[in-house]
């Protein structure tokens, strides 16, 4: 987990890591169909600054065919 994002960042960043690899998908793969660099993604779950923004994270629930709202805890965190 990464201390200088939010407590909200750090979860979306971990949830969609959950969900990426029950869908079979490498991070370059992942990265690859957003069409970002081969390490995007990786920057991303390996903590670095990098974080998703919200068309990342529309982009990403079609990739995945779910609601970007699969990403968000049920509660505020």
Known sequence: MN???SEIE???IQ????????KGLTQE?????LDK???FIGDIESSKKAKYNL?????IAK?????PKDFWPDKAL
């Open 63 to 67: 990739i995945f065919e779910c609601s």
């Open 15 to 22: 949830r969609v890591r959950t969900i990426r690899k029950e």
């Open 10 to 12: 750090n979860y979306i």
């Open 3 to 5: 201390n200088n994002l």
């Open 37 to 39: 660099g081969v390490g």
């Open 55 to 59: 068309k990342h994270l529309n982009d």
């Open 29 to 33: 793969q992942l990265s690859l169909r």
